[in-house]
T-cell receptor, first 113, second 111 residues
Framework: DAGVTQSPTHLIKTRGQQVTLRCSPI?????VSWYQQVLGQGPQFIFQ???????GRGNFPDRFSARQFPNYSSELNVNALLLGDSALYLC????????????FGPGTRLLVL | GQQLNQSPQSMFIQEGEDVSMNCTSS?????WLWYKQDPGEGPVLLIA?????ELTSNGRLTAQFGITRKDSFLNISASIPSDVGIYFC???????????FGTGTRLTVIP
């Protein structure tokens, strides 16, 4: 069975640009969560979506936005990129909003120059 | 946001040795989770804890939910080379749709 997939795997952008990251959950999973993992730190929660509605939001600026599509895939958008946005962006899917049964994807590594 | 502090930050141990690491917080959590992350991959859930004082095992791994609800512990017995990786604790508070991760413990096992 396919796990959580994310694209692209790596991305290089410059300050001020905008980026869109994509996530496909495990088949049958209806909830997607996004995390930012800065090098050397633990993941930080950004968003959780369930049934296309935002169910949770971490302490991130409005430059970060996300949405979930009818097929339960999700996109994370970041506008006006800053150097500090360089990180590994992880997506996790679960059947519902259960944290304990989240399965993480391999992540998208974003470098902002 | 909430700060979960893990110690030690890194460990170098001989294969076969037991390992202990802990996670502390200034706030109370009602769920504690332990994850392992390998290079280039996302975290994988190892153990979930739901009650203060709870002790749960998963093979050679044992984790405990601290009585104060502000800490948790993970033990690995008889370490093997594939235990190498970064171990993260994570906590969730009652009614919160947010999961806070610790700073991580990097484990190196010397064959």
């Amino acid at each position: 069975d396919a796990g959580v997939t994310q694209s692209p795997t790596h991305l290089i952008k410059t300050r001020g640009q905008q980026v869109t990251l994509r996530c496909s959950p495990i088949s049958g999973h209806k909830s997607v969560s996004w995390y930012q993992q800065v090098l050397g730190q633990g993941p930080q929660f950004i968003f959780q979506y369930y049934e296309k509605e935002e169910r949770g939001r971490g302490n991130f600026p409005d430059r970060f936005s996300a949405r979930q599509f009818p097929n339960y895939s999700s996109e994370l958008n970041v506008n006006a990129l800053l150097l500090g946005d360089s990180a590994l962006y992880l997506c996790a899917s679960s059947l519902r909003t259960s944290w304990e049964t989240q399965y993480f994807g391999p992540g998208t590594r974003l470098l902002v120059l | 946001g909430q700060q979960l502090n893990q110690s030690p930050q890194s460990m170098f141990i001989q294969e076969g040795e037991d390992v202990s690491m802990n996670c502390t917080s200034s706030s109370i959590f009602n769920t504690w989770l332990w994850y392992k992350q390998d290079p280039g991959e996302g975290p994988v859930l190892l153990i979930a804890l739901y009650k203060a004082g709870e002790l749960t095992s998963n093979g050679r791994l044992t984790a405990q939910f601290g009585i104060t609800r502000k800490d948790s512990f993970l033990n690995i017995s008889a370490s093997i080379p594939s235990d190498v990786g970064i171990y993260f604790c994570a906590g969730r508070q009652t009614g919160a749709n947010n999961l806070f991760f610790g700073t991580g413990t990097r484990l190196t096992v010397i064959p």
